[in-house]
C-alpha cells in the first residue's frame, strides 16, 4: 500500500470516529431532551440547549474534515462514496440536535405553566425515534443496507403516532381549553419527534447510497453510481 493510500485509510478512519462520536452525543441530547420534557425539569433542558453549542461545533469540524480528505487526497470509488455519505449524515445529525433544542425549549415553558396530564405516550413515540437514529447509526458502522432499509421503513409508524398526537390534543382542549398554550407545546414536541425521525431516515437513506450507490430519497431510485 502507498504511502498516499495509507494516509487515506488514516483520515477516513478518523472521519468514521468523528461521524459515530455526534452521532452518540445527539442521540443522547435527544433523550434527554424529551426527558426534560416529559419530567418538567427545566435545569435539564437548560443543559440540552448549552450543549448544543458543542455540537455545531463539532459539525462544521466534521464538515472541514471531509473537504480537506476530498481537497488533499481526491478520493475515488467507494472512498468518495463515504465522504459524501458522511457529509450529508453530518447535516442531518445536527438538525437532530437543533430539534432536541426545540424540545428543551418546550420543556422550559412547560416548567413554568400548571401541570397537564401528557394526552399522549410521548416517551414511547420518542423511544421509537431514538431506536430508528440508533439503528441509522449502527447500519453504517456495519455497512448493512438491510437494517437501513427497516429503519427507512419504521418512519411510517412514528408519522403515525404524531398524527394520533393530534387527536389526542384535540381532544384534550376540549376537555380542559385553559390549558391550551401547554397543549399546544406538547404538540409542537411530537412534531420535533416526527422530524427526527425523517433525519434519521435520511441517514438510512445515505447508507444504502453508501453500499449500492442507489439514491431512494423522495422516492427516486437510480442506477448504481460510478465514481
Same mark, same amino acid.
Given at each position: 500500500? &502507498? *504511502?498516499?493510500?495509507?494516509?487515506?485509510?488514516?483520515?477516513? =478512519?478518523?472521519?468514521?470516529?468523528?461521524?459515530?462520536?455526534?452521532?452518540?452525543?445527539?442521540?443522547?441530547?435527544?433523550?434527554?431532551?424529551?426527558?426534560?420534557?416529559? @419530567?418538567?425539569?427545566?435545569?435539564?433542558?437548560?443543559?440540552?440547549?448549552?450543549?448544543?453549542?458543542?455540537?455545531?461545533? *463539532? !459539525?462544521?469540524?466534521? %464538515?472541514?474534515?471531509?473537504?480537506?480528505?476530498?481537497?488533499?487526497?481526491?478520493?475515488?470509488?467507494?472512498?468518495?462514496?463515504?465522504? $459524501?455519505? $458522511?457529509?450529508?449524515?453530518?447535516?442531518?445529525?445536527?438538525? $437532530?440536535?437543533?430539534?432536541?433544542?426545540?424540545?428543551?425549549?418546550?420543556?422550559?415553558?412547560? &416548567?413554568?405553566?400548571?401541570?397537564? !396530564? #401528557?394526552?399522549?405516550? #410521548?416517551?414511547?413515540?420518542?423511544?421509537?425515534?431514538? +431506536?430508528?437514529?440508533?439503528?441509522?447509526?449502527?447500519?453504517?458502522?456495519?455497512?448493512? !443496507?438491510?437494517?437501513? *432499509?427497516?429503519?427507512? %421503513?419504521?418512519?411510517?409508524?412514528?408519522? =403515525?403516532?404524531?398524527? !394520533?398526537?393530534?387527536?389526542?390534543?384535540?381532544?384534550?382542549?376540549?376537555?380542559?381549553?385553559?390549558?391550551?398554550?401547554? /397543549?399546544? @407545546?406538547?404538540? +409542537?414536541?411530537?412534531?420535533?419527534?416526527? *422530524?427526527?425521525?425523517?433525519?434519521?431516515?435520511?441517514?438510512?437513506? =445515505?447508507?444504502? /447510497?453508501?453500499?449500492?450507490?442507489?439514491? $431512494?430519497?423522495?422516492? &427516486?431510485?437510480?442506477?448504481?453510481? %460510478?465514481?
Amino acid at each position: 500500500m &502507498s *504511502r498516499h493510500a495509507i494516509h487515506l485509510e488514516k483520515a477516513i =478512519d478518523e472521519l468514521k470516529r468523528l461521524i459515530l462520536s455526534l452521532g452518540t452525543d445527539v442521540e443522547e441530547s435527544a433523550r434527554l431532551a424529551v426527558q426534560s420534557l416529559t @419530567q418538567r425539569d427545566s435545569d435539564l433542558a437548560k443543559r440540552v440547549i448549552e450543549a448544543d453549542y458543542e455540537i455545531d461545533q *463539532r !459539525e462544521v469540524y466534521v %464538515e472541514e474534515e471531509c473537504l480537506k480528505i476530498l481537497a488533499l487526497h481526491q478520493p475515488v470509488a467507494n472512498d468518495l462514496r463515504l465522504i $459524501i455519505a $458522511i457529509l450529508k449524515i453530518n447535516n442531518d445529525l445536527e438538525r $437532530i440536535g437543533d430539534l432536541s433544542v426545540n424540545i428543551a425549549e418546550r420543556a422550559v415553558y412547560l &416548567s413554568t405553566e400548571a401541570k397537564v !396530564e #401528557l394526552p399522549f405516550d #410521548l416517551q414511547n413515540m420518542a423511544k421509537k425515534v431514538r +431506536s430508528m437514529l440508533k439503528r441509522s447509526l449502527d447500519s453504517l458502522v456495519n455497512r448493512d !443496507e438491510k437494517l437501513a *432499509r427497516k429503519v427507512c %421503513e419504521d418512519d411510517d409508524a412514528v408519522d =403515525d403516532l404524531n398524527r !394520533e398526537m393530534y387527536g389526542c390534543v384535540a381532544q384534550a382542549i376540549k376537555k380542559d381549553s385553559n390549558n391550551l398554550n401547554s /397543549y399546544i @407545546q406538547l404538540l +409542537s414536541a411530537s412534531r420535533y419527534l416526527e *422530524r427526527m425521525a425523517d433525519h434519521a431516515t435520511n441517514i438510512a437513506e =445515505d447508507v444504502i /447510497y453508501l453500499v449500492t450507490g442507489e439514491i $431512494i430519497r423522495h422516492g &427516486s431510485k437510480t442506477e448504481e453510481a %460510478e465514481f
